[in-house]
């Protein structure tokens, strides 16, 4: 052990591990430790608010401590508090929300399997495609393209997909089979004069060259976000989608669609595939499906996909692919009355009426000193930052601790601020958002 004796004896021992941190800091640093949340607001354990202003890793659209979605809880924690899905027993919450996603799923007659989390959603849309692919005669289809900067997940197969070193190095990722392509990032990587058609079109011929790099045969399926929160938000340039759509049915790869964060309404749709025109075979979902009160996610299948999983079934004489919680009650009864809720409460109505008064609040700071732009599409925005001779991220970092001693929550990704406010915000909430913001960016300056 280093350090003094006072240093030693000062030294924290932290019990828990946890991510997104450098660990030895955690043995100097308390965590923040949030108490209590209401609406768009959450409190420490001293009692200080804080706007939420990224939904807790763009989760709790509908706010916290939202009665409705506890009673929910509540009531089937007392009907029936767990009973797992599988080997030929169900439970009707469970299928009830199966049907009510499938009508809502962007594909005809879509077939749904349940997990807990995102990255097991993801994970298990890669195991689903091998295992179709085995079953319908195409074992060498393989290999699967994410994108640089996006977010997939933190399993084996996911973090492989997310396409950031940081969550590759140290931990022997990415797994084989994995590529990645190019994140349509018009503003970071548009050449000068080159139009948003002609960046699209570029952004198609490389991923047209990995292809045939790798050999189209052996690429089964391209895994993307229809527009990347993870990546700071790099709106897809017009034409991108139509572009890569056509694409990839050229070469008979599918397009699976990762809506963990744009499912149910941060676009200002149901699903991002809606806001930018994407037809996905296959798309997931999760945190916003229960508000996040509840762990759950799901696969969403075009029809002719799952009958790849029958056929491979059949063969193998079981479908071995179940987990002691993928259709747990509570969640799927949460996920119900968060569905009911968004229909009840008219909460896309409210995005779409309200995401105006959002843009218009981000394109007011772009008068700040630190400020070089800001985008967004429904509640989901970003703001980046810039100052000559500021090493790369420090802005981030440091508008971020601001943000955080103002009351405020965004999420630094480098020098852009993400901001992804629960889907409920008022106007008035927008407008205390950012006056905290712009206090942070003062003191920053
Ligand atoms: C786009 C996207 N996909 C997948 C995941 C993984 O979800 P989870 O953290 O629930 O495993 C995340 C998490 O932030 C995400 O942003």
Partial sequence: MSGTETERANRIDPTLAFGFTNLPDNRQREPLRIVRGKGVFIFDERGKDYIEGASSFYCTSLGFSEEELIEAAVKQMRELPFYVTAAYRSVPVVEQLAERLAAMAPMANAKVAFAATGSEANDALLKFLWYHNNAMGKPKRKKVIARLGSYHGGTIATASLTGWVKYHAGFDLPMAGILHTAQPDYVQLGAPGESEEAFADRMVADLRALIEREDPETIGAFFAEPVSVSAALALPPKTYWEKITALLAEYEIRLFDDEVVTGFGRTGNTFGAETYGMAPDCMTVAKALTSAYQPLSAVLMSEEFYEGLERGSETVGMFSHAGTYHGHPVPAAVALRVLELMEERDILGHVRAISPHF??????????????????????????????????????????????????????????????????????EIDEMFRRFRLALDETL
């Fill in 359 to 428: 843009a218009a609040s981000l394109a007011k700071v772009e008068d700040h000193p630190l400020v070089s732009r800001s985008r967004s599409v429904g509640l989901a925005g970003a703001v980046d930052l810039t100052k000559d001779g500021a090493e790369a991220g420090a802005l981030g970092a440091e508008v971020a601790a601001r943000c955080e001693a103002n009351g405020l929550f965004i999420r630094p990704s480098g020098d852009t601020i993400v901001m992804a406010p629960p889907l409920i915000i008022t106007p008035g």
